[in-house]
């Protein structure tokens, strides 16, 4: 079955610190992986777009990487600030069904 | 522009009301989906349009009924909703249905059915 997970599903960091989300997926046969941040209730932002041809792609302060072969994708975020305080989701397109399947969500809060 | 629109923001309607959602995108997108998202749950795909044809639906009750009346333009149409269907509808759109396609969502409608 292809499933995406996300840990952990809530995290707290202070303001500055430079942070990592995880992403893992069951199926590595993968056409993209993207990020996303959705403020509460909220629309879903797109952040990053990584091809499964790719290794990392970067936006600002924002780097994601992905791994294929051990079905992993980090979003790191540096030098955090309290407007990046959201829920970041990753959603992988499989192989198949090509429908986009997300992961449950990290809920960030950075403190000032 | 990566921008796209949904109308009404907020809706509230009895199970005996039929009332519709509109989704719009002038990004040239020949592919439109609508996405179902219930609180802390990541979004669920209802129903992909490809070309101003419907090709996926998710098994989606009839209560809810979509249209894509052009390109730009992707309505749900609802009639008969339950207490359960009260949640943020999302409407996402992308180049065409390619697998390699980035999909841009928009804000959402938040339903409740009372």
């Known amino acids: 079955k292809q499933e995406v997970t996300q840990i952990p599903a809530a995290l707290s960091v202070p303001e500055g610190e430079n942070l990592v989300l995880n992403c893992s997926f069951t199926d590595s046969a993968i056409y993209n992986l993207q990020w996303f941040r959705q403020d509460p209730g909220k629309g879903l932002t797109s952040l990053l777009l990584i091809q499964s041809s790719q290794r990392e792609q970067t936006s600002g302060r924002l780097n994601a990487s992905l791994d294929k072969s051990s079905g992993r994708s980090t979003l790191y975020i540096a030098a955090s600030q309290p407007g990046d305080s959201a829920t970041y989701l990753c959603?992988?397109?499989?192989f198949g069904t090509g429908k986009l399947i997300f992961g449950q969500g990290t809920t960030l809060q950075v403190k000032p | 522009d990566t921008e796209v629109t949904q109308t009404p923001k907020h809706l509230v309607m009895g199970m005996t009301n039929k009332k519709s959602l509109k989704c719009e995108q002038h990004?040239?997108?020949?592919?439109m989906y609508w996405y179902k998202q219930k609180a802390k749950k990541p979004p669920e795909l209802m129903f992909v349009y490809s070309y101003e044809k419907l090709s996926i639906n998710e098994s989606v009750p009839s209560r809810f009924s979509p249209e894509c009346p052009n390109s730009s333009l992707l309505n749900l149409h609802l009639h008969a909703l339950q207490p359960e269907d009260s949640a943020l509808y999302l409407c996402a759109s992308s180049q065409d249905r390619g697998q390699m396609n980035e999909q841009y969502f928009g804000p959402g409608t938040r339903l409740t059915v009372t």
């Open positions: 959603a992988v397109r499989f």
């Open positions: 990004m040239g997108h020949r592919a």
